[in-house]
């Protein structure tokens, strides 16, 4: 694709597992682990114990992307397992596009938990996610999804290559709020890394 040949001009399918979110074929499948995020999560302290401990994964992300002459669909699945990190349920890294006019569109497979959305101006969204539950990302919210549930939450993921991925603003401020696990109750709070 990158050396300018068109693979996906004819129309193209891959088949999804429903049960485990794994599709073929896969161009690309990429494994993040508690190491990976160690950026992200809050309690520093309870990253380096479960590093040691064996690194868990958090989720797998697989894409595959549909290059043709002019446009740039792609598709991702991404597992996210069940766990914490100290108190603080497995999410995704969380990113913002690089362009502000290419959003995403979000589908819920398996699981629950939330999407958290943030622009750079501060203006925060949650959604509750369930088996079903369809977002529209506009291009200029940040997005993360925090798996709260005790199986894997998985969701498909569309949207264009040119979008890029914008991970640095997300590695030095964190979003605003973060879900924990507090008393047994699953609740949202404001990011205690935020000054
Ligand atoms: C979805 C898409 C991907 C993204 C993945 C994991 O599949 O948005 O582009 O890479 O989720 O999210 P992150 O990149 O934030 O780790
Ligand atoms: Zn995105």
Redesign the pocket.
């Known amino acids: 694709m990158e050396s300018g040949k068109k693979t996906h001009d004819l129309p193209t399918s891959v088949q999804l597992d429903l049960q485990t979110g794994v599709f073929e074929p896969c161009a690309m499948h990429v494994t993040?682990k508690v190491s990976d995020l160690s950026m992200m999560f809050y309690d520093t302290e309870s990253v380096e114990k479960l590093v040691k401990k064996g690194d868990p994964v958090v989720y797998d992300?697989r894409?595959q992307n549909f290059i043709t002459r002019n446009s740039d669909m792609a598709l991702?699945?991404?597992v996210v397992q069940p766990g914490k990190v100290g108190d603080e349920y497995h999410m995704?890294?969380?990113?913002f596009h690089e362009r502000e006019d290419r959003p995403?569109i979000y589908f819920c497979v398996q699981g629950e938990g939330y999407l958290l959305m943030e622009t750079n101006n501060g203006d925060f969204k949650v959604e509750f996610w369930r088996p079903g539950t369809i977002t529209h990302i506009p291009g200029n919210y940040a997005?993360?999804v925090v798996n709260t549930g005790d199986k894997p939450l998985y969701f498909f993921?569309s949207?264009n290559v040119s979008a890029g991925?914008l991970y640095k603003p997300v590695i030095e401020n964190g979003f605003s709020k973060i879900v924990v696990e507090r008393e047994g109750e699953t609740v949202i709070i404001a990011n205690p890394r935020r000054k």
Not at 92 to 95: D, F, M, P, Q, V
């Open positions: 993040r992300i894409h991702g699945v991404t995704t890294k969380g990113h995403e997005h993360r993921a949207f991925h």
